[in-house]
C-alpha cells in the first residue's frame, strides 16, 4: 500500500493538470501537531527517496532510538505519545526526517491550508492522531477533502487484524469521511462494501479507479545476489505481505504435494516483509524439504520488476483484496496468475486469471501439474495475456484521481490554484 502511496503521490506531482498549480507532501509532525511540507526536489521522486532513507540516516550519523534494556523500551512505548517523542525524538519517523532534512538544508515549512488548496488523503485517514487535526484545519480554511479507502476488509474481517486496527479505521470512516467531498476506491466491490459497512450520506459521490500496474521506471540497476540466484530457475511467484489473510498457509500445503514431482516441481518464490509462521513452513520458514520453497524479504522495484519479468507463473491465494495489484502487475507483463476470486480480483480480470480455491490446495496442484505437463498450453495462455490485457499506467490512475479532485472543487464554487497530497 505504501508503493501505491508514493507511485500515486509522484504521478499527481508530475501532471498536476489544469486547474492545479502543484502537489506538494504533507509529513504530520506529533510534537509540533501540524503538517509540515517541503517543495524541495530531493524529495521527488518519492517512490525512489524513501526506500534509501534508511541509508541516508546511517550516511548522515541517524538512526532510531537504541533502548539499554526491554523494562526501559516498555516505559518508553507506556508514555502518552506527545511526551514520548519529546524525550525520544528518534521513536518517530517524522521527527528522524526533519532533523535529517535539517542536516541536509532541506526546508521543512509549516504547512498552511488555505483557500485554493484541495486535501488529498490518499490511505491513511484512520492511522494515528493526525487525521482530527487536518480535518478541522481543512474545514476551518473552508477548502474541500477527498479521501481514498484501498479496501474495508478492516470492517467486514477484523480477525484478519489486531483488534485495535478495526476499531481504528471504524473511528477514521465515521469521523473523517464524512466530511469529505468525494471518495475514490481502488474497485467496485471496495466502493460497495463502503455503502454497505459505514453510513456515509448518499449524496456523497465514491468514484473508482483502476491501479497502475506497467513496469517500474527511474530505480536501482542493482540486482540483488538472492534475485539474480533466482533468475534462471523455474519458479511461481508470490508477492505478498506476509499475514494471514494472503494465505501462505496453502501455498505451503500445496507445494508439500508437489514435492511428488521431485525435481520437475517449480520453486515457489515469496516474496514481501512479515514475519513467515515458522509452524507452517519447514526449516524455520525458509526452504520446504526438498528446497523448493525460498523466501525473500523485500526487495526494491528493479529486483521486483526481474523477478515478475523472469517468473514461470505467478500466484495469488489471497482470502480478501480491496483490488489486488500484484495480480495486475502479472498480467501487464505478460504472466499466468493463478489468483483467488476475492474482493475486487475479479475487476482486473474476468477471463484472464486462472482461477483456483483459496481453501483447497489440490486447485493449485492441478493447474501447477497442467501447466507442467503441456508448455504449449502456458505459451498459448501468456500469448492470449499479452494480447489483450490492456495494462494501466500510474499516469493513467492519477489522472483519473486528478479529474475527481477537480470536479469536487468546481463543484465547491471556485477555480482552485493548488492541491495538496498528503
Not at 49 to 67: D, E, I, M, N
Request: charged share 20%; aromatic share 8%.
Amino acid at each position: 500500500m505504501s508503493r501505491t502511496v508514493m507511485k500515486l503521490a509522484d504521478a499527481l506531482a508530475g501532471e498536476p493538470g489544469n486547474v492545479f498549480r502543484a502537489a506538494r507532501p504533507l509529513f504530520f509532525h506529533p510534537i509540533l501537531r501540524r503538517a509540515i511540507t517541503t517543495e524541495n526536489s530531493l524529495l521527488s521522486p518519492l517512490a525512489a527517496f524513501f526506500p534509501r532513507l534508511k541509508s541516508l540516516y546511517a550516511t548522515a550519523g541517524l538512526a532510531g532510538t537504541s533502548y539499554s534494556s526491554r523494562a526501559m523500551k516498555g516505559i518508553a512505548t507506556s508514555l502518552p505519545k506527545p511526551l514520548r517523542y519529546r524525550l525520544f525524538p528518534r521513536d518517530h519517523g517524522v521527527i528522524l526526517f526533519a532533523r535529517w532534512a535539517q542536516q541536509q538544508g532541506i526546508d521543512l515549512s509549516p504547512a498552511s491550508l488555505t483557500d485554493g488548496d484541495c486535501l488529498f488523503v490518499p490511505g491513511s485517514f484512520w492511522l494515528g492522531n493526525y487525521a482530527p487535526v487536518l480535518l478541522a484545519q481543512a474545514r476551518a480554511a473552508r477548502i474541500p477533502i477527498t479521501a481514498f479507502v484501498h479496501d474495508t476488509l478492516l470492517l467486514s474481517h477484523p480477525e484478519w487484524l489486531p483488534g485495535r486496527h478495526s476499531s481504528q479505521f471504524r473511528r477514521g470512516c465515521e469521523t473523517f469521511l464524512p466530511f469529505c467531498k468525494a471518495i475514490i476506491c481502488n474497485s467496485r466491490n471496495t466502493r460497495q462494501e463502503l455503502r454497505r459497512l459505514v453510513a456515509l450520506p448518499a449524496s456523497l459521490p465514491i468514484e473508482t479507479c483502476r491501479l497502475g500496474d506497467q513496469g517500474f521506471d527511474n530505480v536501482s540497476t542493482h540486482i540483488p545476489a538472492a534475485v539474480s540466484e533466482m533468475l534462471a530457475k523455474r519458479y511461481v511467484l508470490f508477492v505478498s505481505t506476509r499475514i494471514p489473510r494472503k494465505n501462505h498457509a496453502l501455498l505451503i500445503e500445496a507445494w508439500r504435494q508437489l514435492e511428488q514431482l521431485g525435481s520437475s516441481t517449480p520453486y515457489l518464490l515469496l516474496v514481501g516483509g512479515g514475519a513467515p509462521d515458522a509452524s507452517r513452513a519447514d526449516n524455520d520458514g525458509k526452504k520446504g524439504q526438498s528446497g523448493r520453497i525460498v523466501w525473500l524479504g523485500n526487495v526494491d522495484d528493479h529486483g521486483l520488476e526481474a523477478l515478475y519479468r523472469c517468473a514461470w507463473m505467478t500466484i495469488y491465494p489471497s482470502l480478501g483484496e480491496g483490488y489486488g495489484l500484484p495480480v495486475a502487475e502479472a498480467l501487464s507483463r505478460g504472466k499466468v496468475c493463478l489468483a483467488a476470486p476475492s474482493g475486487g480480483i475479479r475487476e482486473i480480470s474476468e477471463d484472464l486469471i486462472d482461477f483456483i480455491d483459496p481453501f483447497d490446495p489440490q486447485s493449485i496442484v492441478n493447474r501447477v501439474t497442467m501447466y507442467l505437463s503441456d508448455p504449449s498450453r502456458l505459451a498459448s495462455r501468456e500469448a492470449d495475456i499479452r494480447r489483450r490485457y490492456g495494462s494501466t499506467s500510474w499516469c493513467d490512475t492519477a489522472a483519473t484521481i486528478r479529474s475527481v479532485l477537480e470536479r469536487t472543487v468546481l463543484r465547491e464554487g471556485s477555480l482552485r490554484s493548488k492541491t495538496v497530497v498528503t
